[in-house]
């Protein structure tokens, strides 16, 4: 997809920016794929009302903050690092030319720790805010704070494709709510049997056999963590795949450069198997994909009062995250979803 198309945000744009202008809050709610991560920052950043100040945007996930400050730098026809910068855990690519700054929660934290009012930004954006964290609550908090007690011009601006909007907006002071009317692309769901006993590999590397000899396109496979990942990617590798299929593991813990070769749209002909964490849930299109298979779990951290600490399990994902995860096989055109 060009970074030039015409999006379904595309028709909202002047909605968001009047709403801006007249309230000091506003909800946004787009289905995946609409193009509000990166279309409305950009249709913002020249907004009178900015007074010249920054536009922050915060994502949950490090991966989709240099993806989203990529692609709206490539729709500038920039480098990151111009006009659109980020910051993220141990990397940062801006200059003093910088409008538009895509953070981490971590990094969004420190700043307002470090300048309380937020002096060079006049706008705040918190994207895909129903995955909800404690950094991302703490900063929506503290960012409400200095707006009533300091700041009376600084914007605050929440968006989600899954989103009890209604509760967020009386939070907000009874914000406008303004939704995209672009539903996505139809995604059929088809239910597989649940694994037999503890392999999850071996089940998700049969569903993906299974997916590839049914389907035509790339597939997006969620599994909970990295030992799984490494585990199916090596079930698959052994055999069984079509000639030109490749498959791309999708986690935290791998370099930039793995990542952007996990997301990069597959060669002409080939198809691509991406086994992915919840890092793929939002935020991210992976060109060619059309099928999802979702194991319906997540790692998370969970505390253990019989040993006084914190440990990663096993969990089952939400409604909201199983249908982000759904939403991702139909944002370039119909696709199917195994669960």
């Not at 790339?218 to 590798?237: D, K, M, N, V």
């Not at 399990?313 to 995860?325: D, F, G, L, N, Y």
Request: charged share 25%; aromatic share 2%; proline share 7%.
């Amino acid at each position: 997809m060009s970074s030039h198309a015409a999006l379904p945000i595309d028709a909202l744009l002047p909605d968001v920016a009047a709403a801006l202008e007249a309230h000091a809050c506003a909800v946004v709610l787009a289905a995946p794929g609409a193009g509000k991560t990166t279309r409305i920052p950009l249709h913002l950043r020249d907004a009178h009302w900015l007074n010249g100040r920054k536009i922050v945007m915060l994502e949950p996930r490090r991966l989709a903050a240099r993806m989203s400050a990529l692609r709206m730098a490539n729709t500038l026809g920039e480098n990151v690092g111009e006009t659109v910068g980020f910051r993220v855990r141990l990397e940062s690519k801006v200059s003093a030319r910088t409008r538009i700054e895509v953070v981490t929660e971590g990094i969004l934290t420190r700043r307002l720790q470090s300048d309380p009012e937020l002096a060079d930004v006049g706008l705040l954006i918190f994207d895909e805010f129903h995955e909800r964290s404690l950094d991302a609550d703490l900063g929506l908090a503290l960012a409400l704070d200095i707006q009533r007690a300091l700041r009376p011009d600084l914007k605050i601006l929440v968006m989600s494709a899954t989103l009890d909007d209604q509760a967020v907006a009386t939070l907000l002071g009874d914000a406008p709510v303004l939704a995209s009317a672009h539903r996505p692309f139809p995604v059929e769901t088809r239910y597989l049997s649940a694994p037999a006993g503890d392999d999850l590999p071996r089940e998700m590397a049969a569903a993906v056999r299974r997916a590839l000899a049914e389907e035509t396109g790339s597939i997006l496979a969620f599994l909970p963590g990295e030992g799984e990942i490494r585990r199916t990617a090596g079930l698959l590798e052994d055999g069984g795949l079509p000639p030109g299929c490749l498959v791309a593991p999708l986690f935290g813990a791998l370099s930039p450069d793995e990542q952007n070769r996990a997301i990069a749209p597959p060669a002409p002909g080939a198809r691509k198997v991406v086994l992915a964490t919840t890092i793929a849930e939002t935020s991210l299109t992976i060109e060619g994909v059309r099928v999802v298979i979702d194991c319906g779990t997540k790692r998370a951290p969970r505390f253990d009062p019989g040993r006084g600490m914190t440990q990663l399990v096993s969990i089952r994902v939400s409604r909201a995250a199983a249908e982000q995860r759904r939403g991702r096989a139909g944002r370039l055109g119909p696709g199917v979803c195994y669960r």
